[in-house]
């Protein structure tokens, strides 16, 4: 089993910065890639951005693209999230995400992903 504990919400001012993080622990010698969602109030759960633990290689949501990066540390088994001019639209529940292998989908969807977090909320204000 795979734990997911997530960080770093909450509230912040339209144009300010949060970083977010994730701590993975329990059976983590196995990992493909991790990742960001988020679910607003209301919508469905979206992808935002998504990393490969070996290559490092990133995919990101066209929402996320020029404003977050992220980021990852092999060695402690954490995935960070810079999230910054932030907009009231990035509002929503921000979910971490873990894939121990290659299920074949592409890490920008939900199946490919084995673990999920708890969620930690971000509410940006106008």
């Known amino acids: 089993q795979v734990q997911l504990v997530e960080s770093g919400g909450g509230l912040v001012q339209a144009g300010g910065s949060l970083r977010l993080s994730c701590a993975a622990s329990g059976r983590t010698f196995i990992i493909y890639g991790m990742g960001w969602f988020r679910q607003a109030p209301g919508k469905e759960r979206e992808f935002v951005a998504a990393?490969?633990?070996?290559?490092?290689?990133?995919t990101y949501a066209n929402s996320a693209k020029g404003r977050f990066t992220i980021s990852r540390d092999n060695a402690k088994n954490t995935m960070d999230l810079q999230m910054n001019s932030l907009k009231p639209d990035d509002t929503a529940v921000y979910y971490c995400?873990?894939?121990?292998?290659?299920?074949?989908?592409?890490?920008?969807?939900?199946?490919?992903?084995?673990?999920w977090g708890q969620g930690t909320p971000v509410t940006v204000s106008s």
């Open positions: 990393i490969t633990w070996s290559s490092g290689t990133t």
């Open positions: 995400a873990l894939a121990q292998r290659n299920r074949g989908r592409a890490l920008l969807e939900g199946q490919a992903y084995d673990s």
